[in-house]
Structures are given as structure tokens and as C-alpha cells.
């Protein structure tokens, strides 16, 4: 039941209040994974998976001949209860570098630091953001629903599904004696604090079944969940399919800007900013993890170290992801060999997820920049790499098969699937060609070290070159987006320095710590309406100059986090007595004087006047959100200063 000048003006008090909260579920702004907490609902933004705790671990032997298994180190024991010390065989020391012999394993959001089970929903940016989501959906209590577009979902699943054929190929069985010690983890040349919680990847089944559970939508198309929020996707520039979501109640607006990418000259349909402008609330991620690599820069340097490779006869690998920039290096490698005179060099694409991952690009005509959809329209393929395929200046493979050693020579450029070169058709190809100086590997993912993903190959002769290529926005455009976005609050992480990533003076800057609830904004009131049966009953009733009211008795109804004021069953007799007007110190001394209390003293202070009766000892306290009377032991007297005040209100 509700009464009262409140309901009025269509705000209903809560019993508790409630708020806008942020939480990261990842220390590395990378790979995000943040808890949004709103009245009433609860969103994950993204999903990511750490891989760099790969490069913690030995190469996969998948030749047979390689020899990258290196010596047991000799500090690899383990302390038992009873006996001598066990050896962990496991745990190698390959020049000069303690690497782990071991089956990879993986950081993943800290979900354990949550409610996992009252999670309402997951937005997902990117198919690089969704990589941890079968763990969330397979091995959590995790019900809610899972929001991503249809490239992000297809292009999710083609990562995982070679990430999951990379880590099969060679499978090892964990060692009997858990390497997860000090002695060990302090010599590992990642970070190793959390491995304790670090997991195996993953089965393909898992990661299928996750897809599946996902929800499609499209750029622009609203969803409303609880029936107070209503969800949008807007493309980011950074892949086909990747978004920037916005989420609007009546109250509030929360934007989540994750990587994003103002490049003209890509494939995906370019950043959209205006939704995202003068929200409550913008939550930052995705950030370069390569401020200092010009993406031009970068890839003009690939390109020429590409060129000198097959100039020179040899082989030109590049580990890449089969999708999401290698669509773009794959055109600028095959114009640039032709613009070299290298025409008959074999392009080939090595990866189980090659094949599928061209041929959807090609149908992702509404995901795609202007020029790009343009042709799908004439009509042709949007991608050069279908004309590429038909004349076999591009051929593709899923792994090293009998076919891909027949159609193999030299010279030859290579894009193959596993960039940190631990498993997969990369790591297998570089262990093949190492002893080829005339060749290069040129690294051109941004999430990997370059010096901790060759460490295990120190021992090749072929030559490496890092270039890597994010097209994520550096910092000067990240500043100069955030400025035009002019967010009231910037919830983003800090760098090692602890100053936040982005530095921002329009409004409040947040550091989106791991494990840390940051309350960003409270919410006492929630909307209601009136129906219709309970507004033909009010009449409004002039309270002051220019100003009317009207006093409600009302049933609140409450469905689906939608409230309503409708006519309440409640007898006359039990109403309220509502009283609203204005009190003007001068008007309140006159109604004292006509009630024969002359001899007052006003007395103004900061935020309060103070009408004293001298002769009486009793005192009215006129403050902005309250008036008390203040009389001793003489009830006759406070009920006659009351009536005075009353005479100044209207009842409704």
C-alpha cells in the first residue's frame, strides 16, 4: 500500500537502495570479464580467456624428430611426507629457460569471486571475448541467457573448435606429481600466482554446446530483459560482429565500450559513436595491449620481411588466428607479392578453421565496411581471397596433411592457425622449417611477448620478426573518444603505474580492480505509473501560486519490475491526512499573531529559522525538509502552535 505526495510525482521509495556496480572478474584489461550490477539485474560483459599463460609450457611435439623437451631441471623436486624428495620429470629446462613439459593449461575469469548462479545475462563484444564462455555455461550453475551477434557466435565457435583440434593433436597426460609449487612457479617465466586456477581447455562438445546457448542479435535491434532494460549492440570497427553494447533504463544509461577500432581502410562496418555519448555510466576494455605499435607501421614492416623471405627462396610463416585480421593481411600479402613481381609464390592458409571462416566472411554483407557491402551488391564477393581460392593463388588446409605436402614449396608464404606456437599447424611448421635460415616467422598477434614465444625455438636458424598488428584504438584516439563520449563516470583499468589507463577530467574516473565492487551510482526510486481508473478519481488541488497537487491512496501492483499505482480498496476512514504548502517565515509569525503570540524573536541560521515565544520558552524550527515544534510539558500550547502551522497548509 502507498500513499502519499510520493506516488504523486511517480517515484515509489524502496525499502533498501539500490544501485549501479562494477566488478572485474580479470585482472588484465585484455581480456575482460566484468560483473555489471543493476537494480534488479545482473550482466557480464564479455567472456575472455587468458591464453598467455601458454607460454608457460613446452611447445606440443607434433614432429617427431623435434627436439624441444630439453633436460629435467634440477631444481624439479617435490617434498613428500615420508621418503625422498619426487622428481617432477615434468618440469624442463630447455637453454637456459624452465618451461613445463605438461598439457596447457588456462586462465580464466575469477567466477568464483560472484554469484555465478544469479547472473541474468552475458554480453559478448567479440569472438576474442567469448573464449571462456563454455566454462561458465558447462561447469557453472550459470542459467541466464547470453547475448552475442551471429558473426560474433560463428566466428567464437571457429576459434574454439582450433584451439580445441591445436590442443589434441599431441595430447599429454598430466604428471603424477602436481608441478603447481613454489619452487617451481617462482621460476616460470610467466605469471604464475593464480595457477593454482588455471584449467585444461575445454572439449569440443563443451564449446558447442555453449554457442548454442547463445542469443543472436543484430546491430541496433532492441532487447528489453525484466522489463526495465533495454539492451542494444552497436559495431565497434574491431571485427565482423563486434559491438559496443548500450543498456537504458528510465533512469540510467550504461554504456560498455570494449576494443573498438576507427580504421577506414578494414573490413568491418565502421565504429558508431553516437549512441554511446553523455551516458551515466561507460565501462572501458579491451585496450591495446601494444600502445606503441603504429598498426600502418606494423604492417608495412610484416610485409617487407615477408617479401625478403621468398626473395630469398624461403618460407615466410605467419601465425595468425583464422579470423578477424588475417581477412585484411591476406589481401595486402597477395597485392604486395604482386606488386613485387613474386606472382607464382604459393599463399597458403594452414588451419582447421580456414575454409569455414573464409567462406562466412564472404556472407556477412551487413557486417561489413561500406566498400565491402557495396560489392556483395554488384554482385560479388566482398573478400578478394574468393577470387584468390579459384585460381589457386590462395590454397587452403586444414593441418599438414598428405595434400599440403604435395602442393608445398618453396618459396611460399604461410598463415598458419596458433599464434603463441604452442600447438596447432604453426608450431608444427616452424619446428619443420627451423633449420632454414633464408625463412622468417613473422609474429604479428599483439597478445603475446615475443621473446617468451620463441624461447622454446632459441635454437633455429630461421629468423623472427615481431609485428604486432592490433587494430584497436591507440591511446591518443582511446583519450580523444572518451572525451567526445563525455561519460559522467569512466570505470577502466590502471596501468602497472596504478593511474588509470585512460585519464579523463570530464567526470569520475574509476579503477576497475579485480575482485572489487565499485558502487558507481545509487537509484532510491523507481518509476511508476498510474493507471487509468485511479486517474479519473484525482482532482488537483492548488497548494501555492502557480503550483497544484493531489494526494493518493493507492494499491501498488509490481510485475515483471514494472510498478503501478491503481485504486486501492482502503476505506476513507483509513486515509492518511495529507497536508502540502509552503512555510514562509513571516507568514508563520503573522499566524502566531492572530493567535495572540506576539512576543516572538527570529533567529536565522545557516540552513534553519528559529521562531521563538520569549514569554512561553517554546520555539518553531522552519528547516527545508522539516519543521519541529519545540515546547515543554505543555501540550495545550504545542497543539495551538501546530494549528497555527496548519491554518498556512492545504489538505488534499
Given at each position: 500500500?502507498?500513499?502519499?505526495?510520493?506516488?504523486?510525482?511517480?517515484?515509489?521509495?524502496?525499502?533498501?537502495?539500490?544501485?549501479?556496480?562494477?566488478?572485474?572478474?580479470?585482472?588484465?584489461?585484455?581480456?575482460?570479464?566484468?560483473?555489471?550490477?543493476?537494480?534488479?539485474?545482473?550482466?557480464?560483459?564479455?567472456?575472455?580467456?587468458?591464453?598467455?599463460?601458454?607460454?608457460?609450457?613446452?611447445?606440443?611435439?607434433?614432429?617427431?624428430?623435434?627436439?624441444?623437451?630439453?633436460?629435467?631441471?634440477?631444481?624439479?623436486?617435490?617434498?613428500?611426507?615420508?621418503?625422498?624428495?619426487?622428481?617432477?620429470?615434468?618440469?624442463?629446462?630447455?637453454?637456459?629457460?624452465?618451461?613445463?613439459?605438461?598439457?596447457?593449461?588456462?586462465?580464466?575469469?575469477?567466477?568464483?569471486?560472484?554469484?555465478?548462479?544469479?547472473?541474468?545475462?552475458?554480453?559478448?563484444?567479440?569472438?576474442?571475448?567469448?573464449?571462456?564462455?563454455?566454462?561458465?555455461?558447462?561447469?557453472?550453475?550459470?542459467?541466464?541467457?547470453?547475448?552475442?551477434?551471429?558473426?560474433?557466435?560463428?566466428?567464437?565457435?571457429?576459434?574454439?573448435?582450433?584451439?580445441?583440434?591445436?590442443?589434441?593433436?599431441?595430447?599429454?597426460?598430466?604428471?603424477?606429481?602436481?608441478?603447481?609449487?613454489?619452487?617451481?612457479?617462482?621460476?616460470?617465466?610467466?605469471?604464475?600466482?593464480?595457477?593454482?586456477?588455471?584449467?585444461?581447455?575445454?572439449?569440443?562438445?563443451?564449446?558447442?554446446?555453449?554457442?548454442?546457448?547463445?542469443?543472436?542479435?543484430?546491430?541496433?535491434?532492441?532487447?528489453?530483459?525484466?522489463?526495465?532494460?533495454?539492451?542494444?549492440?552497436?559495431?565497434?570497427?574491431?571485427?565482423?560482429?563486434?559491438?559496443?553494447?548500450?543498456?537504458?533504463?528510465?533512469?540510467?544509461?550504461?554504456?560498455?565500450?570494449?576494443?573498438?577500432?576507427?580504421?577506414?581502410?578494414?573490413?568491418?562496418?565502421?565504429?558508431?559513436?553516437?549512441?554511446?555519448?553523455?551516458?551515466?555510466?561507460?565501462?572501458?576494455?579491451?585496450?591495446?595491449?601494444?600502445?606503441?605499435?603504429?598498426?600502418?607501421?606494423?604492417?608495412?614492416?610484416?610485409?617487407?620481411?615477408?617479401?625478403?623471405?621468398?626473395?630469398?627462396?624461403?618460407?615466410?610463416?605467419?601465425?595468425?588466428?583464422?579470423?578477424?585480421?588475417?581477412?585484411?593481411?591476406?589481401?595486402?600479402?597477395?597485392?604486395?607479392?604482386?606488386?613485387?613481381?613474386?606472382?607464382?609464390?604459393?599463399?597458403?592458409?594452414?588451419?582447421?578453421?580456414?575454409?569455414?571462416?573464409?567462406?562466412?566472411?564472404?556472407?556477412?554483407?551487413?557486417?561489413?565496411?561500406?566498400?565491402?557491402?557495396?560489392?556483395?551488391?554488384?554482385?560479388?564477393?566482398?573478400?578478394?581471397?574468393?577470387?584468390?581460392?579459384?585460381?589457386?593463388?590462395?590454397?587452403?588446409?586444414?593441418?599438414?596433411?598428405?595434400?599440403?605436402?604435395?602442393?608445398?614449396?618453396?618459396?611460399?608464404?604461410?598463415?598458419?592457425?596458433?599464434?603463441?606456437?604452442?600447438?596447432?599447424?604453426?608450431?608444427?611448421?616452424?619446428?619443420?622449417?627451423?633449420?632454414?635460415?633464408?625463412?622468417?616467422?613473422?609474429?604479428?598477434?599483439?597478445?603475446?611477448?615475443?621473446?617468451?614465444?620463441?624461447?622454446?625455438?632459441?635454437?633455429?636458424?630461421?629468423?623472427?620478426?615481431?609485428?604486432?598488428?592490433?587494430?584497436?584504438?591507440?591511446?591518443?584516439?582511446?583519450?580523444?573518444?572518451?572525451?567526445?563520449?563525455?561519460?559522467?563516470?569512466?570505470?577502466?583499468?590502471?596501468?602497472?603505474?596504478?593511474?588509470?589507463?585512460?585519464?579523463?577530467?570530464?567526470?569520475?574516473?574509476?579503477?576497475?580492480?579485480?575482485?572489487?565492487?565499485?558502487?558507481?551510482?545509487?537509484?532510491?526510486?523507481?518509476?511508476?505509473?498510474?493507471?487509468?481508473?485511479?486517474?479519473?478519481?484525482?482532482?488537483?488541488?492548488?497548494?501555492?501560486?502557480?503550483?497544484?497537487?493531489?494526494?493518493?491512496?493507492?494499491?501498488?501492483?509490481?510485475?515483471?519490475?514494472?510498478?503501478?499505482?491503481?485504486?486501492?480498496?482502503?476505506?476513507?476512514?483509513?486515509?492518511?491526512?495529507?497536508?502540502?504548502?509552503s512555510l514562509q517565515t513571516h507568514r508563520v509569525v503573522q499566524a502566531l499573531a492572530q493567535r495572540g503570540f506576539?512576543?516572538?524573536?527570529?533567529?536565522?541560521?545557516?540552513?534553519?529559522?528559529?521562531?521563538?515565544?520569549?514569554?512561553?520558552?517554546?520555539?518553531?524550527?522552519?528547516?527545508?525538509?522539516?519543521?519541529?515544534?519545540?515546547?515543554?510539558?505543555?501540550?495545550?500550547?504545542?497543539?495551538?502552535?501546530?494549528?497555527?502551522?496548519?491554518?498556512?497548509?492545504?489538505?488534499?
Amino acid at each position: 500500500m502507498a500513499s502519499g505526495a510520493a506516488a504523486a510525482v511517480g517515484g515509489v521509495p524502496m525499502s533498501l537502495a539500490n544501485g549501479i556496480s562494477v566488478t572485474s572478474l580479470s585482472d588484465n584489461p585484455q581480456y575482460p570479464c566484468v560483473l555489471l550490477q543493476m537494480p534488479r539485474l545482473s550482466i557480464l560483459l564479455d567472456c575472455a580467456l587468458d591464453s598467455t599463460t601458454a607460454l608457460n609450457f613446452l611447445p606440443l611435439n607434433l614432429i617427431p624428430k623435434a627436439k624441444l623437451v630439453g633436460s629435467v631441471w634440477h631444481g624439479a623436486t617435490q617434498k613428500t611426507a615420508e621418503g625422498p624428495p619426487k622428481v617432477l620429470h615434468s618440469v624442463r629446462s630447455l637453454d637456459g629457460r624452465v618451461l613445463l613439459h605438461e598439457p596447457l593449461e588456462y586462465r580464466l575469469p575469477r567466477f568464483e569471486l560472484v554469484d555465478v548462479a544469479s547472473i541474468d545475462i552475458v554480453l559478448i563484444s567479440s569472438f576474442h571475448s567469448i573464449l571462456a564462455l563454455p566454462y561458465l555455461t558447462e561447469r557453472t550453475a550459470f542459467a541466464g541467457v547470453i547475448y552475442a551477434t551471429e558473426p560474433t557466435r560463428h566466428f567464437g565457435l571457429q576459434l574454439m573448435e582450433a584451439m580445441v583440434a591445436a590442443d589434441s593433436e599431441a595430447p599429454r597426460r598430466p604428471s603424477r606429481h602436481g608441478w603447481k609449487v613454489p619452487d617451481v612457479l617462482a621460476v616460470l617465466p610467466g605469471r604464475t600466482l593464480d595457477a593454482s586456477l588455471w584449467q585444461h581447455l575445454y572439449t569440443a562438445e563443451e564449446a558447442a554446446a555453449a554457442i548454442h546457448r547463445t542469443t543472436a542479435v543484430s546491430y541496433n535491434e532492441k532487447r528489453v530483459e525484466m522489463g526495465c532494460v533495454t539492451i542494444t549492440a552497436h559495431p565497434s570497427g574491431y571485427g565482423i560482429g563486434a559491438s559496443n553494447w548500450v543498456l537504458q533504463t528510465p533512469e540510467q544509461r550504461v554504456v560498455y565500450v570494449a576494443a573498438s577500432s576507427n580504421s577506414s581502410d578494414r573490413h568491418p562496418a565502421a565504429l558508431n559513436i553516437e549512441p554511446l555519448l553523455n551516458a551515466d555510466v561507460c565501462v572501458m576494455a579491451g585496450l591495446t595491449p601494444v600502445p606503441n605499435a603504429i598498426p600502418d607501421q606494423m604492417v608495412n614492416e610484416m610485409l617487407s620481411r615477408v617479401i625478403k623471405a621468398v626473395a630469398d627462396g624461403g618460407t615466410a610463416l605467419l601465425p595468425v588466428h583464422p579470423t578477424g585480421v588475417v581477412l585484411d593481411l591476406i589481401e595486402l600479402v597477395i597485392t604486395r607479392l604482386a606488386e613485387a613481381q613474386l606472382t607464382t609464390v604459393p599463399v597458403f592458409f594452414v588451419s582447421p578453421s580456414a575454409k569455414a571462416s573464409l567462406s562466412y566472411a564472404d556472407i556477412c554483407g551487413e557486417w561489413l565496411c561500406e566498400n565491402k557491402t557495396e560489392r556483395v551488391f554488384m554482385p560479388e564477393y566482398p573478400f578478394l581471397h574468393s577470387e584468390y581460392i579459384s585460381t589457386k593463388i590462395l590454397q587452403i588446409f586444414p593441418g599438414l596433411t598428405p595434400d599440403f605436402t604435395k602442393a608445398y614449396r618453396e618459396p611460399c608464404v604461410i598463415f598458419a592457425d596458433q599464434p603463441d606456437l604452442r600447438s596447432g599447424p604453426a608450431a608444427q611448421l616452424l619446428t619443420m622449417i627451423s633449420g632454414r635460415p633464408e625463412s622468417c616467422c613473422v609474429l604479428t598477434c599483439p597478445d603475446y611477448n615475443i621473446d617468451a614465444v620463441v624461447a622454446p625455438y632459441s635454437r633455429s636458424k630461421i629468423r623472427f620478426a615481431a609485428c604486432p598488428i592490433d587494430p584497436a584504438l591507440r591511446p591518443s584516439e582511446v583519450r580523444r573518444l572518451v572525451t567526445k563520449l563525455s561519460p559522467k563516470t569512466l570505470v577502466v583499468h590502471s596501468g602497472p603505474d596504478g593511474a588509470p589507463l585512460v585519464p579523463y577530467k570530464g567526470g569520475v574516473v574509476v579503477d576497475m580492480a579485480m575482485g572489487v565492487r565499485h558502487m558507481l551510482r545509487t537509484v532510491e526510486f523507481e518509476r511508476a505509473v498510474i493507471n487509468e481508473p485511479l486517474a479519473r478519481t484525482l482532482v488537483p488541488v492548488q497548494v501555492d501560486h502557480g503550483t497544484s497537487a493531489v494526494g493518493i491512496t493507492a494499491c501498488l501492483r509490481h510485475h515483471d519490475y514494472k510498478f503501478q499505482l491503481g485504486v486501492s480498496g482502503v476505506s476513507r476512514a483509513k486515509k492518511r491526512r495529507v497536508l502540502l504548502g509552503s512555510l514562509q517565515t513571516h507568514r508563520v509569525v503573522q499566524a502566531l499573531a492572530q493567535r495572540g503570540f506576539r512576543d516572538v524573536v527570529v533567529e536565522q541560521h545557516e540552513s534553519t529559522d528559529v521562531v521563538r515565544l520569549v514569554s512561553f520558552d517554546a520555539s518553531i524550527v522552519l528547516g527545508h525538509n522539516r519543521t519541529d515544534i519545540v515546547v515543554k510539558d505543555n501540550e495545550t500550547l504545542r497543539q495551538a502552535l501546530r494549528d497555527s502551522i496548519v491554518s498556512l497548509l492545504t489538505e488534499l
